[in-house]
Nanobody, 115 residues
Framework: QVQLVESGGGLVQPGDSLRLSCAVSGSSFSTVAMAWYRQAPGKQRELVARISALRRTTYADSVAGRFTISRDNGANTMALQMSRLQPEDTAVYYC?????????WGQGTQVTVSS
């Protein structure tokens, strides 16, 4: 069974940076497109960034130019470097597949941007 473990969240001020990590176990990680999602209170989960097996990346308009997704296939990990954070980025961030059926969701990592 695939396990997803997100980490790196926290409380930051507007304009700060944060790096999230996702550890994936139990899957053929290197051949699967992966993605970061987020869910703010009272809102639906949304796609934030996606990286293909060949490392092609796409971003939601709201984070393009501020967030960078990356992956380390040797370590079965994925990262999301977030910069110039804004209060609207406050959410629980999750990692999961970027295509096909989702794995069982992890617990996510909370990111709170507040002054």
């Amino acid at each position: 069974q695939v396990q997803l473990v997100e980490s790196g969240g926290g409380l930051v001020q507007p304009g700060d940076s944060l790096r999230l990590s996702c550890a994936v176990s139990g899957s053929s990680f290197s051949t699967v497109a992966m993605a970061w999602y987020r869910q703010a209170p009272g809102k639906q989960r949304e796609l934030v960034a996606r990286i293909s097996a060949l490392r092609r990346t796409t971003y939601a308009d709201s984070v393009a130019g501020r967030f960078t997704i990356s992956r380390d296939n040797g370590a079965n990990t994925m990262a999301l470097q977030m910069s110039r954070l804004q209060p609207e980025d406050t959410a629980v961030y999750y990692c999961n597949r970027g295509e096909g059926s989702w794995y069982t969701w992890g617990q996510g990592t909370q990111v709170t941007v507040s002054s």
